[in-house]
């Protein structure tokens, strides 16, 4: 009886947590954004700071990013963020951005190595900028390199109105090709 009890207390925050009202959802998701943006920002701002101005960085700029990545658990949850994380499509990106914000605080902090930080901040931003593309059915790097889509994509992105980018996306959910009108 008391392993039951204790089952409900232990997820009663978790429970709480992912029943928040659609509004405080996007408050929550735009304020921790915001905070990561800023650390981000901070971060470039410190990296001119004598001596420790790139260790500085790489911490503000590597706390931001997890900001920035953690705010999307305000719109999802946090059991789903981390089913949608570890799905197929992106789990090399994951793992990749989880890595690059392991070495880049290592560097920084037990390395001692700002050349090492500075390369890990760079790789850093560009998994996340994969991870984040991972999330747009079209904008998926196996997707468009591996299965030879190129072509669908950049025909695309030619499009001159929003209506017809919006066609051409009808034309991809439907399985159809990618055609501009």
Not at 41 to 67: D, E, H, M, S
Not at 114 to 138: E, N, V
Not at 160 to 173: D, R, S
């Amino acid at each position: 009886m008391d392993e039951e009890l204790e089952s409900v207390i232990m997820r009663a925050p978790v429970v709480e947590a992912t029943s928040l009202s659609s509004g405080t959802r996007i408050k929550g998701f735009i304020a921790c954004f915001a905070a990561g943006i800023l650390c981000s920002l901070l971060g470039t701002l410190l990296l001119w700071v004598p001596r420790k101005g790139l260790y500085l960085f790489a911490v503000f700029y590597t706390f931001g990013n997890i900001a920035s990545l953690g705010s999307t658990v305000f719109l999802m949850g946090p059991m789903k963020q981390l089913k949608r994380m570890v799905e197929p499509t992106r789990l090399i990106a994951t793992i990749m951005v989880l890595l690059c914000i392991a070495l880049t605080l290592c560097s920084a902090f037990w390395w001692h190595n700002r050349g090492l930080a500075l390369i890990f901040c760079i790789l850093q931003s560009l998994a996340l900028t994969w991870y984040s593309l991972s999330y747009i059915p079209f904008a998926r790097f196996e997707e468009i390199f591996l299965k030879g889509r190129c072509e669908e994509v950049f025909c695309c992105m030619s499009c001159i109105t929003y209506g017809q980018f919006c066609k051409a996306l009808e034309g991809m959910v439907d399985g159809s090709s990618w055609t501009v009108l």
